[in-house]
C-alpha cells in the first residue's frame, strides 16, 4: 500500500530556532501535499496545500513567512517552521495525493513539535 | 453552519455493540473520505467512497448522494476501536480542496 514517511516524529527546539519536518511518498507520486497543524483536543486544521514545483496555497491565518512549504519533488515536501515559539507547539502531519485522478489521501504519522 | 457535520461528537459504548457514526455535507463532492486518528496522533485513511457502500472487516460505509449523507459503521467493536473519526469530503469544485467534520471521538469499553 501507499506510504508516506513523515519526519521527524517529535522534535523539541529552543525558542528562535528553525525547524524542518519532510513528508515523502515512499512509492508513489504526489503532485499534490497537504500540511495540517492539530492542538489538543481539536480537529485538523489545514495550514496550506503543496503543489510540486509551485508556491503553496496557505490558508487564511496562516503565515507564509513563518511555515515555508517547499515541494521541489513529486515526493517529497518539507514544512520549515522559522523562528520557532512556545505557541507553535503542536502537532504537525502530513497528508500525500497520489498524483492523477481521484485517489485516496495518505497520512505521514505526524510530528510533535515543542517550542521550549 | 458548517459544510461538514459529524455527529455524534462524543460516543461511548460497551464492547460488542454496533456503532453508528453520521456524516452530512452540503456542498457538492467528488469523493467523501473517513479517517480515523488513534490518540498517538497517525491518521488512517480507512475509506473513499464516492457512492454506495464499501466494507472493510469489521468496518462498513455507505453514503447516499442525493441526501447528502454518508455513515461509519463499527461491527462488534472492540476497546481497540477507541480513536477519533473524522469525515472528509473533498470538493466537486476543486480536486484537491478538503473539507473536514470535526470528528466523532470513540471510547469503547470492555
Known amino acids: 500500500g501507499a506510504v508516506v514517511s513523515q519526519h521527524p516524529s517529535w522534535v523539541i527546539c529552543k525558542s528562535g530556532t528553525s525547524v524542518k519536518i519532510e513528508c515523502r511518498s515512499l512509492?508513489?507520486?504526489?503532485?499534490?501535499m497537504f500540511w495540517y497543524r492539530q492542538f489538543p483536543k481539536q480537529s485538523l486544521m489545514l495550514m496550506a496545500t503543496s503543489n510540486e514545483g509551485s508556491k503553496a496555497t496557505y490558508e487564511q491565518g496562516v503565515e507564509k513567512d513563518k511555515f515555508l512549504i517547499n515541494h521541489a519533488s513529486l515526493t517529497l515536501s518539507t514544512l520549515t517552521v522559522t523562528s520557532a515559539h512556545p505557541e507553535d507547539s503542536s502537532f504537525y502531519i502530513c497528508?500525500?495525493?497520489?498524483?492523477?485522478?481521484?485517489?485516496?489521501?495518505?497520512f505521514g504519522n505526524g510530528t510533535r513539535l515543542t517550542v521550549t | 453552519k458548517n459544510e461538514v457535520e459529524q455527529s455524534p461528537q462524543n460516543l461511548t459504548a460497551q464492547e460488542g455493540e454496533f456503532i453508528t457514526i453520521n456524516c452530512s455535507y452540503s456542498?457538492?463532492?467528488?469523493?467523501l473520505h473517513w479517517l480515523q486518528q488513534h490518540p498517538g496522533g497517525g491518521i488512517v485513511s480507512l475509506f473513499m467512497?464516492?457512492?454506495?457502500?464499501k466494507k472493510h472487516g469489521r468496518l462498513i460505509a455507505t453514503i447516499n448522494i442525493q441526501e447528502k449523507h454518508s455513515s461509519l459503521h463499527i461491527t462488534a467493536s472492540h476497546p481497540r476501536d477507541s480513536a477519533v473519526y473524522i469525515c472528509a469530503v473533498r470538493s466537486a469544485d476543486s480536486n484537491y480542496q478538503l473539507i473536514w467534520g470535526a470528528g466523532t471521538k470513540l471510547i469503547i469499553k470492555p
Open positions: 456542498v457538492g463532492i467528488s469523493a
Open positions: 467512497l464516492s457512492s454506495g457502500k
Open positions: 497528508s500525500a495525493l497520489r498524483t492523477g485522478g481521484l485517489s485516496p489521501l495518505h
Open positions: 512509492d508513489f507520486q504526489a503532485t499534490t
